[in-house]
C-alpha cells in the first residue's frame, strides 16, 4: 500500500481547512457566487479528467452531459421531485445517455471521436434551444427550487437558501467527487485507463478489453458531469441552453489543461483558480481574454502538465538538489 509522506499529508488537511473557512473571508455576494460555481465547475473537470487525462479519449461532448443533469433537476424540482431524487436520477440520466451513445462514438479513435462527440454536443445544445414544451427553448426554465432542507433531530432543518449553506454543500459533493475518483485510479480500474491511454494497442494485445474500460471511463465521466449541471440547476435557480454549449466544454478543457491533466489535483486548481482570477482580471477588458490566450500556449509549450505538474517538477528539482548535497 502507498502511503503519502507526512507533509503532504499537513498540506492537504491545511487546504481542507482553508476550504472549510473560507466563507469568512469571502465577505463579497458576488465573489463568492464565483467561488460556488468554481466548485461545481472542478467537479466537472474532475469528470473530464478521467476521460481525457486518465483514459486518452478526447470527449468533446462534456457540457452536454451537464446540460443533461441540469435541465434534469430543473424538471424533476419543477414538478416537484425532491432534489435529493432528482440529482442522483440527473446524473444517472446523463451516465445512461453516455452508455447509449458510447458504443458507436467508441468505435472511432483519436481526433475522429472528438469530432463525433462535439457533433452530439452541438446537436444536444441546438435541441435544448429549441424544444421549448420541454426545455423552454432560449429563454430557458426559470424559478428552480433551491435543494429540499434537511431535517435534523433536536436542531431543525438544514436549509440552502443562503450562500454559506451553499457552499457547503457543494464543498461536500466536491470532496465526495474526489474521494470517488481517488479510489478508481488508485483500482485496477484506474490502471487499465491509463494502459489504455499510454498505448492501446499494447493493452489490447496484453488481453485488456479496451472498447468495455473507454466505455466505462465515459459513462463514470458523464455520470459526474450530470452531477455538477444539477447542483448549478439547484444553487444558479435557472438554467438555459448556454449550460450544454460547446463553449462550456471548451472551458472546461481550459481549466484542466492549466491546472493539469492525470492528476486529481489539477483540475481543482484549474477549475478554482482560473474563474476566479478571471473576474479579478475584469477591469482589463478584452485584454483578458488576450492575458488568457498567452497563458494556455505558455502552458502547453513550457509547462505541459499545467499549473500542478510544475509545482511537482521544481518540487523534485529542489528535492533533487538537496539530495545532491547531501
Known amino acids: 500500500m502507498i502511503t503519502k509522506p507526512l507533509h503532504t499529508k499537513l498540506l492537504y488537511g491545511f487546504i481542507l481547512l482553508a476550504a472549510l473557512l473560507l ?5 463579497d455576494p458576488y465573489m463568492f457566487q464565483v467561488v460556488i ?20 479519449q478526447a470527449s468533446l461532448a462534456h457540457a452536454a452531459f451537464f446540460g443533461f443533469g441540469a435541465y434534469g433537476v430543473a424538471i424533476m424540482t419543477k414538478a416537484g421531485i425532491s432534489f435529493w431524487l432528482a440529482l442522483p436520477a440527473a446524473a444517472s440520466i446523463s451516465a445512461l445517455i453516455g452508455l447509449i451513445i458510447g458504443p458507436p462514438a467508441l468505435r472511432t479513435r483519436g481526433s ?57 454543500l457543494v464543498l461536500v459533493f466536491l470532496l465526495l467527487t474526489l474521494f470517488i475518483m481517488h479510489r478508481i485510479v488508485y483500482s485496477i480500474f484506474g490502471l487499465t485507463f491509463m494502459a489504455v491511454r499510454n498505448n492501446e494497442p499494447l493493452a489490447d494485445a496484453v488481453g485488456i478489453n ?36 460547446h463553449l462550456l466544454t471548451f472551458n472546461f478543457l481550459i481549466f484542466l489543461i492549466l491546472g493539469g491533466m492525470a492528476s486529481l489535483a489539477g483540475p481543482v486548481v484549474g477549475a478554482f483558480a482560473i474563474p476566479i482570477l478571471m473576474e479579478l482580471l ?10 488568457f490566450g498567452v497563458l494556455l500556449v505558455a502552458t502547453i509549450i513550457y509547462f505541459p502538465r499545467g499549473f500542478v505538474g510544475a509545482v511537482r517538477q521544481l518540487n523534485d528539482k529542489i528535492a533533487a538538489r538537496r539530495q545532491a548535497k547531501s
Do not use: C
Open 23 to 27: 466563507p469568512l473571508y469571502v465577505p
Open 37 to 56: 460555481m468554481s466548485l461545481i465547475f472542478a467537479i466537472a473537470v474532475l469528470a473530464m479528467n478521467l476521460i481525457i487525462g486518465f483514459t486518452g
Open 112 to 168: 475522429y471521436f472528438a469530432i463525433v462527440t462535439l457533433a452530439f454536443g452541438v446537436i444536444v445544445w441546438i435541441v435544448a434551444g429549441n424544444w421549448v414544451q420541454v426545455t423552454g427553448g432560449h429563454n430557458g426554465i426559470f424559478g428552480i427550487p433551491r435543494p429540499t432542507p434537511i431535517p435534523i433531530p433536536f436542531i431543525g432543518a438544514i436549509e440552502f437558501f443562503d450562500q454559506p449553506a451553499q457552499y457547503y
Open 210 to 245: 479496451t472498447f468495455t474500460t473507454k466505455l466505462i471511463s465515459f459513462v463514470i465521466a458523464n455520470f459526474f458531469a450530470g452531477l455538477a449541471g444539477g447542483l448549478y440547476a439547484a444553487i444558479i435557480g435557472a438554467v438555459s441552453p448556454s449550460v450544454a454549449a
Open 282 to 291: 475584469q477591469d482589463l477588458g478584452h485584454f483578458r481574454m488576450l492575458f
